[in-house]
């Protein structure tokens, strides 16, 4: 009788230390992973700060640009076979797209390329 007790006892307590071990492994991969959410995040403002500070930078010399193409005198023929300058939209990568990249299996949030549109996801 005494033996049923104590494996019953030794049975629960290799339970519920299991459990312990369970749940400290699920907090710690938690963890992980909201730290790497706030990277990303960081990372995404760090970015978006350096696209406006570059466009400020560029902003001048854009207009530079553009005052010094209208203040060139033209001639006719140069005048009609020159194009006006256009910028192109860089094309975007939508995240219905990953047949395109190199490993389109399935990945974590933070081992894909930087799309800001597959963040939110």
Excluded at 74 to 103: K, Y
């Amino acid at each position: 009788m005494y033996f049923r007790f104590t494996a019953g006892l030794i049975l629960a307590v290799c339970v519920s230390m299991a459990g312990i071990w369970l749940e400290k492994q699920t907090l710690r991969l938690r963890r992980e992973v909201s730290s790497q959410h706030y990277q990303t995040d960081v990372l995404i403002e760090w970015i978006v700060r350096k696209r406006l500070e570059t466009q400020q930078l560029s902003a001048p010399l854009t207009r530079r640009i553009a005052q010094a193409d209208q203040e060139l005198p033209r001639s006719g023929v140069q005048a009609a076979g020159r194009q006006p300058r256009r910028v192109e939209p860089m094309p975007s990568t939508a995240p219905g797209d990953t047949a395109r990249l190199r490993n389109p299996e399935p990945q974590l949030r933070f081992q894909r390329p930087w799309i800001p549109e597959g963040i939110t996801e």
